[in-house]
């Protein structure tokens, strides 16, 4: 490791041997040192979850010039903590990036993505953090038309950082970017139908299967954005608190 | 059932069998008709996590006049998908209520937090949500002191509903609460500290530890109302968008 490049952390949620990750890896490496620690089975859906009941592990894959590879066990937030404990102690990053997913977290998907919460765990850790998505789960897509898009965002982060507790969503289109925009998180929800099937030994499941709802006009809002063929780029913090009702929800509670 | 009763939805992440529950359930059936849907396992810690590689399963575990009680295999967001889409298709819940949780989740606890992330499936599913939390976690522990302050917060809800898009986490101190208070989410981060062992075979691993550091000097901060012996009450919104440097930042990267 050359210790005058900047150190750059990246996980994601689709796995260590996901396609979306290596192109992460090749553009974050003409920035800078790359440790990668990234689940090493696929990890959507399990947002901000920790594993807290079961022990974790962590094996080194990969070490070459400017380069290492650890997988784990765990959630992507569990890889955040164990590389910033263990891993990355003597050494804090000086950006961690996560993705490149398969799959849009614009809108409502930010609270069920894996890939977004290990932002946002970084972000709590005082990382300037960035998540990267497509809109596209193919596995084997082909996402080197976002490069010139992620080496701006990245360059731009990496000369002049973000706001203490702001860390960035940042959402591309398919195939295509005119342009970024930023934009705010498009209110939305998703519409579940269960679908029901027996086992062999007549017992009911349900696999979890749902259609995605926008709910929200104003062009601004990153869905729109997406629509619009621009990538989208997200501020966001960890702060659930809806403070225009405050004052109000005082008068009725207290 | 009742139909002309109010319809409230409970559930949690501590499982079926937690004491927190029970007290949940005895308080709601005073007010309404009662269906739960539970985790049949301890689920602290899995965030907003849904079960999307593997199928689901959920049980009937209890049927009374007035009270319909199911187990799933799943996560707390899982038992509200559950709920909403096969369980209370034909009869939407007036109102959603998530613990009594053992631990609290106030300041960035939610993040982590299953309880909370029941609430904010059932507000994105347009339901009047409210979690419930202890600063204690015993499992044995007496809750009852709560009772007052729930019912009292309870009632307000079902006669005045909340805003759209708005849920509340409200969190109690240990043993005794002088009052509510209206509060936003303390800043605060954890402090990681993984506890190294080895396994029998001579293999690694780790066991997740921590410690909560708030950082944080506003006394109406969530963390702060609890030091001061209140109860307190933050009303959250599923919006990660960090609006104060939309415009800044649209300098920086469009």
Request: charge should be negative; glycine fraction near 8%; include cysteine.
């Amino acid at each position: 490791m050359l210790m005058d490049r900047p150190l750059i952390f990246i996980t994601n949620d689709d796995s260590y041997y996901s396609k979306g990750i290596k192109l992460l890896i090749d553009i974050a490496s003409s920035f800078g040192d790359v440790v990668v620690l990234a689940p090493l089975t696929q990890q959507s859906g399990k947002s901000h979850s920790i594993t807290i009941s079961e022990p974790l592990r962590f094996h080194k894959m990969e070490e070459r010039e400017g380069f290492i590879g650890y997988a784990c066990w765990g959630t992507p937030v569990d890889c955040v903590k164990i590389a910033m404990d263990i891993i990355l102690r003597e050494r804090k990053p000086s950006l961690l990036l996560s993705g490149i997913n398969h799959g849009s977290n614009a809108s409502i998907n930010t609270i069920y993505s894996g890939t977004m919460a290990a932002v946002f765990e970084g972000c709590l850790e005082n990382i300037p953090s960035i998540g990267f998505s497509v809109e596209c789960h193919d596995e084997n897509a082909d996402f080197s038309y976002c490069t010139s898009s992620i080496k701006k965002i990245v360059k731009e982060v990496l000369d002049n950082g973000l706001d203490r507790n702001v860390c960035l969503n940042v959402n591309f289109p398919d195939k295509e970017i005119k342009g970024l925009k930023v934009a705010h998180q498009a209110k939305a929800y998703w519409n579940e139908t269960f679908v029901e099937r027996k086992d062999p030994m007549g017992g009911t499941y349900y696999w979890l299967s749902g259609k995605f709802i926008p709910d929200e006009k104003e062009k601004n809002a990153d869905f729109n954005v997406l629509r619009q063929g621009y990538g989208s780029i997200t501020p966001m913090q960890v702060d659930f608190t809806a403070y225009n009702v405050l004052e109000n929800y005082k008068k009725r509670f207290e």
